[in-house]
């Protein structure tokens, strides 16, 4: 079955302490991409991904990482998470119709 | 800047009634894609545009997708009560994987 999974899917954490949202995908598609999703804003891309080890800035990008070391894998690193990072985080996958496959989504708090 | 204008944000109707939803820009895109998404989950694909001027259709749903590329309608006849969700359009530029997702029109329909 093709999907796109998040890990985890709810974490409350404190400002500072770093952490990793984990995405992965089984369609070997190779642009991913990270939003977040605020009331009254809709969905802002944070960072996307062309292939392995090519990523660039989306709308959004302080604050947060990515890496692209395998094709499956597009984790979301927020080196020292502040309040305003609180959020709906989406990882997506997308096809070459442009088709965005989305994961369930995080929901992050941060004290 | 929100590059993509959905109006309106909220729409309440009742069952039977028709209904449109607007998708504008002042920017070209060279595709237009219109999710639905429910609470607690990520968007899901529900069509992509193009084409200028191409017209989908998906059961009760109509997309259109404007001369000019900038701006999409999504019209919904005979709303039912399963229609009841958030509307987004997306539209990707010249640079794959750079996405922009309107706002969201939300969407419900009383029995």
């Known amino acids: 079955e093709a999907q796109v999974t998040q890990n985890p899917r709810y974490l409350i954490t404190v400002t500072g302490k770093k952490l990793t949202v984990t995405c992965s995908q089984n369609m070997n598609h190779e642009y991913m991409s990270w939003y977040r999703q605020d009331p009254g804003l809709g969905l802002r891309q944070i960072y996307y991904s062309m292939n392995v080890e090519v990523t660039d800035k989306g709308d959004v990008p302080e604050g947060y990482k990515v890496s692209r070391k395998e094709k499956r894998n597009f984790p979301l690193i927020l080196e020292s998470p502040s309040p305003n990072q609180t959020s709906l985080y989406f990882c997506a996958s997308i096809s070459s119709t442009d088709t965005q496959y989305f994961g369930p989504g995080t929901r992050l708090t941060v004290l | 800047t929100q590059l993509l204008e959905q109006s309106p944000q909220f729409l309440s109707i009742q069952e039977g009634e028709n209904l449109t939803v607007y998708c504008n820009s002042s920017?070209?895109?060279?595709?237009l894609q219109w999710y639905r998404q429910e609470p607690g989950e990520g968007p899901v694909l529900l069509v992509t545009v193009v084409t200028g001027g191409e017209v989908k259709k998906l059961k009760r749903l109509t997309f259109q997708f404007g001369d000019a590329r900038k701006d999409s309608s999504l019209h919904i006849t005979a709303a039912q009560t399963g229609d009841t969700g958030l509307y987004l359009c997306a539209g990707e530029r010249t640079n794959a994987g750079k996405s922009t997702f309107g706002d969201g029109t939300t969407l419900t329909v009383k029995p």
């Open positions: 920017s070209v895109f060279s595709s």
